[in-house]
Nanobody
Framework: QVQLVESGGGLVQPGGSLRLSCAVSGNIRSIYLMGWYRQAPGKQRELVAYITSGGNTNYTGSVKGRFTISRDNAKNTAYLQMNSLKPEDTAVYLC?????????WGQGTQVTVSS
């Protein structure tokens, strides 16, 4: 089994920044994707960004240039640096581990962007 623990959410004003962390533990394979998703009230869960074991990244269009995903393989931790936050970024953010045989979700962390 794999466990994920997210942290770093909170309340921030528009234009502000937050950094989310996702620590992975348990039966971790050497090659796995880490992804950040978000789900706003009444909306479907959407992929925000993902990063491969080799460091290749992909972002959804609305966050390009504002969000940066990274990972520390030695610490089995993924990060999402979020800058220039907008009210429409408000959502529960969830990280996901996927080693192509198993997918595991974290419990999520609330991000609220409001003045």
């Amino acid at each position: 089994q794999v466990q994920l623990v997210e942290s770093g959410g909170g309340l921030v004003q528009p234009g502000g920044s937050l950094r989310l962390s996702c620590a992975v533990s348990g039966n971790i394979r050497s090659i796995y994707l880490m992804g950040w998703y978000r789900q706003a009230p009444g909306k479907q869960r959407e992929l925000v960004a993902y990063i491969t074991s080799g460091g290749n990244t992909n972002y959804t269009g609305s966050v390009k240039g504002r969000f940066t995903i990274s990972r520390d393989n030695a610490k089995n931790t993924a990060y999402l640096q979020m800058n220039s936050l907008k009210p429409e970024d408000t959502a529960v953010y969830l990280c996901n581990y996927n080693d192509y045989t198993w997918s595991q979700w974290g419990q999520g962390t609330q991000v609220t962007v409001s003045s």
